[in-house]
């Protein structure tokens, strides 16, 4: 898709991640009521309003396009889909944390083309188009090389994978000279690596919804990503690892993530 489709659908795009991230700010500021999908898995009602009022928005506007949601699952069909992650880092959400985000992504044939985030407590929309940048609000970003000895990377963990491949992971990557932190939104933890804040992300198992507007930015703001459509990975997730163009042989060698796949899956069993 190019031409005006694309143009309409990214004006909505940052229009509906807008009011959808204001909903969000809204919500955090009042009592919080919060349920457990599962172990670490938290959700709230914030997450399904304001996924809702995502798909009630772009479907007014392009009724052909399906989408894929975290809560709301598959629906739809056809080459245009928009994937949602209402809140990303509900965790932080439902703690009363304010680093959380609003995440979309669309993509057409296959192709990853539009992303945005919003994180409403700090007043910043990122945003990408394949070919065209990444911005954070009016500012075009780059991800930052810098020497692994100073390199912060972000390692997510979620109950996915075993925790000792968390962990075996965690030390690999502080035994090449950077450090790691963790802060619960892989959505903002792949944008913060396109702004050159982190100088990479990784995670053994994420979902499409967590993911793909960050691997847009990243990419579009000069930054690798490994094949994390490959597979099954929209409808099932995988690995995914994103950095400094510098970084990847160092990030690849320690996490396996972007080796081959038989080396990898060693790594996480
Ligand atoms: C989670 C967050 C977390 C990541 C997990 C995700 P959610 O998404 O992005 O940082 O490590 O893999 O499931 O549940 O907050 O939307």
Sequence with gaps: MTGAGLDAREAALL????????????????????????????????????????????????????????????????????????????????NRMPHFCVSIAFMSAGELLLGAIAAPMYGELYRARAGKGAFLNDRAMRVADADIQRAIVELGWSVRRPTRSYTAMVESVLATGATSQRAGSGALGLAYVADGRTHG????????????????????????????????GLTEGNPILACAPGLKEALVAATGVGQA?????????
Aim: glycine share 10%; with cysteine.
């Design 201 to 232: 992300y990784c995670e053994l198992h994420i979902n499409s919804w967590d993911c793909l507007a960050g691997i847009l930015l990243v990419r579009e703001a000069g930054g690798w990503t490994n094949d994390f459509l490959s597979g099954d």
């Design 15 to 94: 229009e509906v991640a807008r009011e959808a991230g204001e909903v969000a700010r809204q919500a955090f500021l009042k009592p919080i009521a919060v349920k457990m999908k599962g172990k670490q898995d938290f959700i709230t009602e914030t997450d399904s309003a304001v996924e809702r009022l995502i798909v009630a928005r772009l479907k007014a506007k392009f009724p052909q396009d399906a989408f894929l949601g975290e809560e709301g699952g598959a629906t739809g069909e056809g080459d245009a889909l928009w994937v949602i992650d209402p809140i990303d880092g509900t965790a932080n959400f439902a």
């Design 261 to 269: 796949t038989e080396n990898l899956k060693r790594r996480m069993s």
